[in-house]
Structures are given as structure tokens and as C-alpha cells.
């Protein structure tokens, strides 16, 4: 089992940048697959970014490709998103995920953070 918490989120106004960070407890940190996630008042939760288990490969969503880069320290047990270039629809309430595999359907993670609220002021 694993625990994540997020931190990073706050104010920002367009075209700034912001580094969120999701630590886990526990030693299987590595045996993750990691996610990061996000919601808008009256969406549905998206998929933003996920990262292998040995931080090799990555995958991004169209809408932050070029601006976002995820990361992952496994000896530090912590996932990171670089927000850069932000624009004012990235508001919303970011969460980091963990699974097993990793998925751009949140459905498939088991272990979820409380998430960090970032907004991009116009």
C-alpha cells in the first residue's frame, strides 16, 4: 500500500509555471506506475501526464504536450509535474494516482492523493 500527498498547487497568473510534487510513503515506490490527474468544477477527471515505473517512458495529454514534463525520483519516493506556459483552462484541482500500470483512464489506479488546487489567473 501506498500513501501520496500533493503540494505545489496556488495562484499563478497566465504563462507562469508551477512544480507540483506528490510524495509516497512506503518502500514499493518504485513498483509504481505514476499519474497525475486533474478536475474542474462540474468535469470529469482528466488525465495529464504518467510516468513508468523505471522513468523511462512518459505520456502526456494533447493538451499540456510541450508545456508539462512529469518526473520521478524513486530514491526520494516523489513524482513531479512541471507546469510551464500555463493558461488560465489548466485551472483545477491536481491529484497524483498510482497503479500498477499506467493508464490514461483514472479508473485504473488504486492509490490516490488528496490533490493540491491550481489556478492560472488571465
Known amino acids: 500500500q501506498v500513501q501520496l500527498v500533493e503540494s505545489g498547487g496556488g495562484l499563478v497568473q497566465a504563462g507562469g509555471s508551477l512544480r507540483l510534487t506528490c510524495a509516497a510513503s512506503?518502500?514499493?515506490?518504485?513498483?509504481?506506475?505514476m499519474g497525475w490527474f486533474r478536475q474542474a468544477p462540474g468535469k470529469e477527471r482528466e488525465f495529464v501526464a504518467a510516468i513508468v515505473k523505471s522513468s523511462g517512458n512518459t505520456a502526456y495529454a494533447d493538451s499540456v504536450t510541450g508545456r508539462f514534463t512529469i518526473s520521478r525520483d524513486n530514491a526520494k519516493s516523489t513524482v513531479y509535474l512541471q507546469m510551464n506556459r500555463m493558461k488560465p483552462e489548466d485551472t483545477a484541482v491536481y491529484y497524483c494516482?498510482?497503479?500498477?500500470?499506467?493508464?490514461?483512464?483514472?479508473?485504473?489506479?488504486?492509490?490516490w492523493g488528496q490533490g493540491t488546487q491550481v489556478t492560472v489567473s488571465s
Open positions: 494516482a498510482a497503479g500498477s500500470l499506467w493508464h490514461r483512464d483514472y479508473r485504473r489506479y488504486d492509490y
Open positions: 512506503g518502500r514499493t515506490f518504485s513498483t509504481y506506475a
